[in-house]
Nanobody
């Protein structure tokens, strides 16, 4: 079974950048890959997703123009480049997989990583 491990989180000042990585232990070529985040006291929120082909990219409105999702199926990895970070981006970020088609609903994804903390200071 595929396992997911996120990395790249940390503490950054507002306006800074971070690049999150999600490494899968198995093949990801048939999987939609998604990034979600959860801030303290809030529900898990969709951030971005990318289809197995690298197309059908989707972002939540609050990150459009600042975040970029990409994937490398040869490396079984998905990335989230986060620029112009804001304090409201502070959360634990998770990557997740869903077979074939992407969705914004967290309950549609069956496999999750352990998460990586992103903290943006003002």
């Amino acid at each position: 079974q595929v396992q997911l491990v996120e990395s790249g989180g940390g503490l950054v000042q507002a306006g800074g950048s971070l690049r999150l990585s999600c490494a899968a232990s198995g093949r990801t070529s048939s999987l939609c890959m998604g990034w979600f985040r959860q801030a303290p006291g809030k529900e898990r929120e969709f951030v971005a997703s990318i289809a197995w082909s690298g197309g059908n990219i989707d972002y939540v409105d609050s990150v459009k123009g600042r975040f970029t999702i990409s994937r490398d199926n040869a490396k079984n990895a998905v990335y989230l480049q986060m620029n112009s970070l804001k304090p409201e981006d502070t959360a634990v970020y998770y990557c997740a997989t869903r077979f074939l088609f992407c969705s914004r609903g967290p309950n549609e994804y069956g496999l999750w990583g352990q998460g990586t903390q992103v903290t943006v200071s003002s």
